[in-house]
């Protein structure tokens, strides 16, 4: 975890799972304390990390780990809190930060007590979310409860399948306790910031990473001490300044994005899907709502593009790994794509500096021209979009078919045309896809007919007799 959070350029990274007793164990085993509230890994165990390519110190906006053994961390753990609120089924997945691995082994005690937290890291607990809240604030006033991926259909506070209208609902009395969301993979801030329900919190972005290689395709972006408090006073909702943003993933990529039917391959935005009915056409069966979807239910502002209240920028990244794998028709875990990755990474600092901060021309001079070019359109979000849904994820790139045949035989992307210019790049890809307004138009106008057709229903029930409505009820 810290040889990749050094190569990633990630300064402060979560333990995660702190929950799972053997976890803890293992970090309570193999790190220190640091600077306050943080850990760094033991010298005897930082020596056994994989030489790692050295850094060239460029300037850069962020302050990036000098070495491995530089990387901090923080105690972190999330739950799956799946319990009946209100007659209804509620799956939510909570974040949870603690001061100290003391205080993380007090919460774990205490949810030893209620479920089996040894069969996973993210334990499934029956356990109301307000609960666990309490729970790690009578452990700690300063501990931090953050609901995880708000949007993801199933398992999330605000999910289309079991989760909630607004996060008062979910947390109730303890509300006030929570002062930011994690937005998820499959969405963006500026989808967030068209509801004006969220408008209390601060946005934050986690990598939910599941192997080391995905540490840093989501982050977060501080302006404060590295220290506990220092982090969490970021999160607050007094923060002065001390929140910079968040490093995205596009959020099209993420596996809920859009609505679906996977194993039919089909694919909708949230309009196509009111148009089709909420059904597959291929085979009939539901489809699963997406998070873009679900965002268009709640939102309560027109202008999608220019949503973000805070004026707090993201950035939309696509891994170094993928643009060189999408450039050279290899593998990502290919020796060619890891030599090429290493060098730029040592020629750049790290990889969030290469494709956020590195000057156009520095990245032609390290890693050529079509390089350059790539992480140009991909700040400009000029890129071809696959939209993720039903657990599949999507896919970005930023050559064409075409542009990346000619990649493969060596040609030159730049080569002059009948035009006497560059191939054209795509264009600059929006923030949303689909009107909005027709959204809307479309949804109040199904809610209708759902009215009207509810009562017509209840107007036969009442002409029919008790027999008769006995053979009705039965078919």
Not at 53 to 72: A, L, N
Request: aromatic content about 8%; charged content about 25%; some cysteine.
């Amino acid at each position: 975890m810290s040889y990749w959070a050094y190569l990633k350029g990630i300064t402060v990274l979560g333990t995660g799972d702190f929950t799972h007793p053997g976890w803890l164990a293992e970090l309570k085993e193999k790190l220190i304390p640091a600077e306050e509230g943080l850990y760094k890994l033991k010298p005897e165990y930082s020596l056994k990390l994989p030489p790692s390519p050295p850094r060239m110190q460029t300037p850069t906006p962020f302050s990036f780990p000098p070495s491995p053994s530089d990387v901090r961390f923080i105690t972190t753990g999330e739950i799956s809190n799946i319990y009946k609120k209100n007659g209804k089924v509620k799956k939510v997945h909570n974040l949870i930060f603690t001061p100290s691995l003391e205080d993380a082994e007090k919460v774990q005690l205490k949810l030893a007590k209620i479920g089996n937290i040894s069969s996973d890291g993210r334990p499934i607990l029956g356990l109301d979310s307000r609960d666990l809240l309490e729970i790690i604030l009578d452990a700690s006033e300063n501990s931090l409860l953050v609901p995880a991926h708000i949007w993801t259909p199933w398992f999330s506070v605000l999910g289309s399948n079991s989760g909630f209208d607004s996060v008062e609902e979910c947390y109730t009395d303890l509300s006030k306790y929570i002062t930011a969301v994690e937005t998820g993979l499959s969405s963006d801030p500026p989808m967030n910031r068209i509801c004006s329900r969220l408008d209390p919190y601060i946005l934050i972005s986690n990598s939910d990473a599941h192997s080391p290689e995905n540490i840093g395709r989501e982050a977060n972006l501080l302006n404060t001490e590295i220290s506990y408090s220092g982090i969490i006073h970021a999160l607050s909702k007094t923060n002065t300044g001390r929140f910079l943003g968040t490093i995205e993933f596009f959020p099209q990529e993420g596996k809920y994005h859009f609505d679906g039917h996977r194993k039919c391959g089909v694919c909708f935005d949230p309009v196509s899907t009111i148009k089709n009915g909420g059904y597959c056409p291929v085979c009939g069966k539901k489809l699963t709502i997406g998070v873009m979807n679900r965002v268009a239910q709640l939102a309560d502002r027109e202008n999608f593009e220019n949503s973000i209240i805070d004026n707090t920028p993201f950035h939309s990244l696509i891994p170094l790994k993928q643009l060189l794998s999408e450039i050279h028709g290899a593998g990502i875990k290919t020796k060619k794509i890891t030599y090429l990755y290493n060098s730029l990474i040592k020629n750049a600092g790290s990889e969030l500096n290469l494709l956020l901060f590195t000057p156009l021309k520095k990245i032609s001079e390290i890693g050529g021209d079509t390089l350059r070019e790539g992480i140009r359109r991909m700040r400009e979000r000029e890129i071809y979009i696959k939209e993720g849904y039903d657990g599949e994820y999507g896919e970005i790139k930023v050559f064409s078919e075409e542009e990346v045949r000619s990649l493969v035989l060596k040609e030159s992307l730049f080569e002059e045309q009948n035009t006497g210019g560059i191939r054209s790049s795509p264009p600059r890809r929006g923030l949303l896809d689909f009107s909005l307004k027709e959204y809307r138009k479309l949804n109040q106008s199904e809610r209708r007919d759902e009215h009207r057709l509810n009562r017509t229903s209840l107007k036969i029930d009442d002409a029919l007799s008790e027999e008769q409505q006995c053979a009705a009820s039965h078919f």
